[in-house]
């Protein structure tokens, strides 16, 4: 079954597409599509829920501070330092406000009084459909985190902003998702 362009597909068309895998958290589908040239490729697309990435900022005497948390990623074998993240794959009608402040609190305890919405981000739109949003929680305080059995490892630990850039620049902090987060609240002068 040939699918028509979209005005905006770039002049690929779709002409079959299969789920090669799927579980509750991934879809995975081969796409046999026609390139513009008029030669026929394929792709492996990745189909996952939207996430949110938040950064959650403390005021201080000694300067803002970061929670950032870390946490074993099986995929790549190491642990990870990383802004809290996450998606609800079992709640697809929550607002993304929502699923903030639930995974903040889930995986930090921290509850914010309030929560920007920086901006949208695609995590890696060469081979995935997942997308997300950034945002800003200000107005924090600490309380016990309801980590899931999967998080069970996860760390909190507080930095200076100072410290968590420098930890971008010299490469401890290596997550793309909260690499962007940053830049993204940073452009928009939030911090």
Known sequence: MTQRPTPDAGGYTTLSTRTAYENPWTRVREDIILRPNGREGLYGVVERGDFVVILPLWESPEGPRVTLIRQYRYPIQKRMWE?????WENRPDATPDEVARGELREE???????????GLMYQGSGYTTQKGRAFLATGLTQGSHQREETEEDITCHTVTLAE???MILDGRITCMVTIAA???IRARGWI
């Open 164 to 166: 968590m850039e420098a």
């Open 182 to 184: 940053f830049g993204l």
């Open 83 to 87: 802004l809290p993240m996450g998606m």
């Open 108 to 118: 930090t305890g921290i509850v914010a009084t309030e929560m920007r919405d920086a």
